[in-house]
């Protein structure tokens, strides 16, 4: 039976290691702090919201929202997102996306200062990561599959991996990280050829799909770790979710499996509190 890499001993980790950098800010009369930015409030956004005050507050991180009402005019919420981008007393900008219709994405993402981009939501941002400049944040997500597989000792240098989904926020930047650890990487999408096989190949796969259940025996092979980042509704249990790996399926077959719930998500949220910390750091060195 395949072992599960837990993101709660990740997280927990890491929790121990970054209340010890906010002890040293404290010292220095500094408080790292998150500015949530958002307009309207989807159930998610509110549960992640809710989830990352809690636990970058007992790290001892400040989460300040600033909230936006669904109607909001594009003047209203740019002029809204220029003060907090100004604000010396905040040093990481979150904000939920996609932003209403009537709003200019685009444009409110340009104003986040990339050195306040900690979830890697603009076009400067997203260079940094693609060229390796390690003063970039990469999207929390694919820094969370990197720090769980650190924290497991999974071997990364020269091995396959195989990355499912080729979207920004998780496919293309967790391919990049895994690129810098000199892996070699393959980019599967909707329209890869032979796309079981192509996965089965790895010795390391990271399904980033938004398909419940949809990598199955077909997909895996003996001594493969696999990490799973889908959150999707389980079409077999109502109101409950899971991965975009069919556990029960492959469980038999792979070496080690992130679990969902309880894998990568675990541990999403402590790295927007490392990278708000990092952002204080930096800002004030
Ligand atoms: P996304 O933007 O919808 O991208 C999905 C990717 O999967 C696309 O590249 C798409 O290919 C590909 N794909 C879709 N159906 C496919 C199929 N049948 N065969 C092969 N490829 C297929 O999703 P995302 O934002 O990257 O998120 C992926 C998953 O991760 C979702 O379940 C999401 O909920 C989850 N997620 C988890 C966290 C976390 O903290 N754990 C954070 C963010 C997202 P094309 O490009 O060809 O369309």
């Known amino acids: 039976m395949a072992e599960r890499l837990k993101g709660k001993a990740v997280a927990d980790a890491m929790k121990e290691e970054l209340t010890k950098r906010v002890e040293d800010l404290k010292a220095k009369g500094l ?8 307009a309207g409030g989807r159930p998610d956004d509110l549960y992640y919201e809710k989830g990352a005050t ?29 003060d907090v981008a100004n604000n010396k007393e905040i040093n990481g900008i979150l904000m939920f996306s996609p932003l209403p219709k009537q709003l200019d994405e685009a444009k409110i993402r340009s104003l986040i200062p990339v050195e306040k981009d900690v979830d890697c939501m603009t076009q400067a941002g997203a260079g940094k ?27 990364l240098s020269g091995k396959k991996a195989v990355v499912l989904g080729r979207s920004m926020v998780v496919g293309k930047p967790v391919a990049m990280l895994l690129l810098r650890e000199n892996a070699t990487v393959t980019i599967c999408h909707s329209r890869t050829d032979n796309l079981p ?4 190949d790895a010795d390391i796969l990271i399904a980033a799909v938004g398909r419940a259940k949809m990598v199955d025996e077909k997909y895996v092979k003996p001594g493969q770790i696999v990490v799973d980042v889908g959150i999707n509704e389980d079409p077999d249990n109502p109101g409950k979710y899971c991965g975009d790996v069919n556990t ?9 499996i992130s679990p969902v719930p ?7 949220t402590i790295v927007l509190c490392k990278h708000t910390i990092m952002g204080c750091e930096a800002q004030n060195a």
């Open 262 to 268: 309880g894998g990568v998500g675990s541990v999403t």
């Open 197 to 200: 096989a192509v996965c089965a």
């Open 54 to 82: 809690k636990t970058l507050g007992a790290i001892g991180v400040e989460v300040e929202v600033f909230a936006y009402p669904e109607d909001v005019d594009q003047a209203t919420f740019e002029k809204g997102m220029t």
């Open 129 to 155: 990561v693609f060229s390796d400049d390690v003063s970039g944040f990469p999207p929390c997500t694919p820094t969370a599959c990197m720090d769980l597989l650190k924290f497991y000792n999974v071997p």
């Open 248 to 256: 029960a399926a492959v469980e038999g077959i792979v070496e080690q």
């Open 31 to 38: 408080t790292p702090k998150l500015g949530i930015v958002r």
